[in-house]
Nanobody, 125 residues
Framework: QVQLVESGGGLVQAGGSLRLSCAAS????????MGWFRQAPGKEREFVAA????????YYSDSVKGRFRISRDNAKNTVFLQMISLKPEDTAVYYC??????????????????WGQGTQVTVSS
């Protein structure tokens, strides 16, 4: 029902910046809470950031807080992840996800109903 397509990944040196985008196909994007997760090779997928349907609340993992910023443009059906001061440990496939649970922020994989295909972010030393 809802397709999510991430873009904006790539190769960047440590200290650099990237902005990831996630475009949603739904006509009712504004009712979805959105999140970003990432998965490095051989590791479990981990929470990165989340934003509520009205941008009223955001939440970040400790490892990215202060460096990453999640935002959304409901008119464009798009959520963003602005990443600065990138570190090699940020290297992972980044996934966009959506949920309809208005009462939660969304920091767990099981909170989400729809997932994108992922976009690779590689940070070199």
């Amino acid at each position: 029902q809802v397709q999510l397509v991430e873009s904006g990944g790539g190769l960047v040196q440590a200290g650099g910046s990237l902005r990831l985008s996630c475009a949603a196909s739904t006509r009712t994007f504004s009712i979805y809470g959105m999140g970003w997760f990432r998965q490095a090779p051989g590791k479990e997928r981990e929470f990165v950031a989340a934003i509520t349907w009205n941008s009223g609340s955001t939440y970040y993992s400790d490892s990215v807080k202060g460096r990453f910023r999640i935002s959304r443009d409901n008119a464009k059906n798009t959520v963003f992840l602005q990443m600065i001061s990138l570190k090699p440990e940020d290297t992972a496939v980044y996934y966009c996800a959506a949920h309809r649970r208005w009462a939660i922020v969304g920091v767990h994989q099981e909170d989400y109903d729809y997932w994108g295909q992922g976009t690779q972010v590689t940070v070199s030393s």
